[in-house]
């Protein structure tokens, strides 16, 4: 009862920082694209291509505009995961709740749970604006779309539980650094060091290289799509 209520109570919170409304546009934006792929199946066919020869344009087109998304979509969640404790503790939502005698650990629980509902919300609305484009291209398997947004809500949820776990200690700024910054100087530096430093010892070039792979690239983890039917010219999936 006190764990619903407290789900409730950050969900709110969420929705007042008008989360929603970003509900709303991806909403608009990933439907959008359905009605984009049929149209430009329709004018493939009137401009004399086959139905099949449009259909496997516009889900090409589809595959890479999925791609990007999902790379969008997971700054989208670490921006998001890492505000919600930090706001929080600002505005006074975790010192009214930890002093009406809550533990810790079920009021982080309670705000991953309200994390989890929205990022959950808006990789539903990503997933089902795809199906719909990829069924207007008619390269669509009906399994997949009962299967594949599992795929890119494992990792993303994933990602998001790392990213809230160190916001419970650390600020806004100091999270982005981490999963921002800590990755992009660990690819970088390693390649600047064999190329602009002479003699750099190996250990030190190793080192950079291993903590970046502390950090896994979660949208490269995120198998999704696939919604179009495999190819025989195309490499199979791992």
């Known amino acids: 009862m006190i764990f619903g209520a407290l789900v409730r109570l950050y969900l709110r919170d969420l929705v007042r920082r008008r989360l929603l409304w970003g509900l709303a546009l991806v909403a608009i934006l990933v439907f959008a694209i359905g009605h984009w792929t049929s ?44 505000q919600v404790a930090p706001e929080s503790r600002k505005n006074g939502t975790t010192q009214f709740v930890l002093t009406s005698g809550v533990s810790r650990l079920t009021l982080a629980a309670a705000q991953f749970v309200a994390l989890s509902v929205i990022v959950g919300s808006a990789i539903l609305l990503v997933h089902a604006g795809f199906a719909v484009a990829f069924f207007h291209a008619h390269e669509v398997v009906p399994i997949d779309l009962s299967v594949a947004w599992m795929m890119l809500l ?85």
């Open 39 to 82: 149209t430009a199946v329709e004018e493939a066919m009137g401009q004399g291509e086959s139905f099949a020869t449009a259909a496997r344009q516009a889900a090409g087109r589809l595959d890479q505009l999925a791609n990007q998304v999902r790379q969008w979509l997971y700054i989208a969640v670490v921006l998001v995961a890492a």
């Open 154 to 238: 494992g990792p993303m949820l994933a990602g998001a539980a790392c990213v809230f776990a160190v916001s419970l200690t650390a600020g806004s700024i100091e999270t982005y650094l981490v999963f921002f910054g800590v990755p992009l100087l660990g690819k970088t530096i390693p390649g600047w060091m064999g190329t602009s430093i002479k003699h750099t010892p190996a250990v030190l070039i190793r080192l950079f290289e291993n903590v970046a792979m502390l950090f896994p690239a979660f949208p490269d983890l995120a198998r999704w799509p696939p919604l179009s039917p495999a190819r025989s010219d195309a490499p199979p999936f791992a």
